[in-house]
């Protein structure tokens, strides 16, 4: 029967690190030695040894070395022990063939990869918190392997499981002693106290979340900035219950001094282009309607994202620059404006139902060729498909 991979965790107060059990030595060995799949580049002095490069043979400037986050460790039937580490030179010569390995241990800033022929010769050392969760841990390899003071070896199935399909990791708000447990508990207390019986385990985590967020209000420009988000991020009901609860309904209440002469501006700025709703007073039952009536037609209004010409993602509301997170993946919130973000510009439409799809720099750079076009005297701009169609219909062959 063939081998499967697995997976394991540490769970640690503050995160699940995952310990991966490879079942495919080459797999493994691949990570750890070849450039492009995880530990290693090849670098050059071309470029001052910034960036990876090709693997050139006649530059006998570069060099193999291994990422900031990343080390692996080589072990060989033989009892020989090989290093890859950040800041230490790799010596190609001297690293051992596949067939020649035993195990490989490697690591980075997700967790641990091991592979081994003798599982059994892999050791797992941990220390515990008063809460019994895994402190601190450290992945060993060979007879000799002894824990240090205070250490206790486990088995690579004594380590958590996660349920499939729980990316989410939502297990650590059930696990004593863990951050999420703790945020959990300061939810529940939070909206009891504040006689939101109503509101299940995700709302009351929303409203400790926008209470923390209200808390941190110290002017009036703090208060148009976080309101904003808040009310991109959360549900409208939760929003409205943290607000009342925390005595939040304007800016008046926090505006400083030194803000007098710009505050108008920014109310201005808020009431166009934000999501900022301003109480007088306690909200009733129809004031909150009425709000989350308002707040949810504003959502409505989505910002079309759009590449300029540097092919640069921006905000199609304020043109602010947009940047993927470290998994890769768009902001769904303009982080300047708070406007949600469309991403449909992607698909490149066509057809009649392009025109939804255009965004305001599409209008903008229109209405300026349009502009030029009649300040020259000419009927439409050149290169359009009026002109060109009148070219095209005048050549001769």
Excluded at 104 to 117: F, H, K, L, Q, T
Excluded at 178 to 194: D, G, L, M, P, S
Excluded at 249 to 258: D, H, I, L, R
Aim: net charge negative; proline share 4%.
């Amino acid at each position: 029967m063939k081998k499967k991979d697995e997976t394991r965790y540490f769970v640690t107060a503050v995160a699940s690190v995952p310990v991966y059990k490879f079942a495919s030595k080459t797999e493994m060995y691949r990570m750890a030695t070849k450039p492009g799949w995880g530990a290693v580049e090849w670098y050059s002095a071309a470029d001052d040894y910034k960036n990876p490069v090709a693997r050139d043979r006649s530059d006998k400037t570069q060099q193999l070395c291994c990422d900031e986050d990343t080390s692996a460790s080589l072990y060989t039937k033989n009892g020989g022990y090989f290093g890859i580490f950040p800041y230490e030179e790799i010596n190609v010569k001297e690293m051992p063939k596949q067939a020649a390995c035993a195990a490989i241990i490697y690591s980075d800033s997700c967790g641990y990869s091991i592979w081994a022929e003798d599982f059994n010769k892999i050791h797992i050392f941990v220390t515990y918190d008063v809460n019994g969760l895994i402190d601190s841990y450290r992945v060993e390899y060979g007879e000799d392997a002894q824990p240090c003071d205070g250490e206790t070896e486990i088995r690579f199935e004594d380590l958590y499981q996660q349920p499939e399909g729980d990316w989410k990791e939502t297990y650590r708000a059930e696990i004593p002693g863990t951050v999420e447990y703790q945020h959990k508990q300061e939810a529940a207390r939070i909206a009891e106290t504040a006689g939101a019986t109503w509101m299940d385990a995700d709302q009351q985590e929303q409203f400790r979340r926008i209470c923390n967020l209200i808390d941190k209000i110290k002017s009036g420009r703090d208060f148009y900035h976080i309101i904003n988000k808040i009310n991109n991020n959360y549900e409208l009901d939760v929003i409205n219950a943290a607000r009342e609860y925390k005595k939040c309904f304007n800016s008046a209440q926090y505006e400083q001094p030194e803000e007098a002469g710009h505050m108008e501006e920014l109310r201005e700025f808020y009431r166009k282009y934000g999501d900022v709703t301003e109480m007088d007073e306690v909200p009733s039952a129809g004031t909150l309607v009425a709000v989350a009536v308002d707040m949810m037609e504003r959502d409505t209004a989505l910002a079309l994202a759009y590449t300029d010409d540097l092919g640069v993602a921006r905000c199609g509301e304020c043109g602010t620059e947009l940047l993927c997170n470290e998994t890769g993946d768009m902001p769904d919130v303009c982080p300047e404006c708070g406007r949600r973000l469309e991403y449909d510009f992607f698909r490149e439409p066509d057809g009649p139902d392009a025109d939804a799809y255009r965004t305001r720099a599409d209008n903008q750079q229109e209405a300026g060729t349009a502009a030029e076009a009649a300040s020259e005297g000419r009927e439409a701009a050149l290169g359009t498909p009026e002109t060109m169609a009148g070219v095209n219909a005048n050549l001769k062959l």
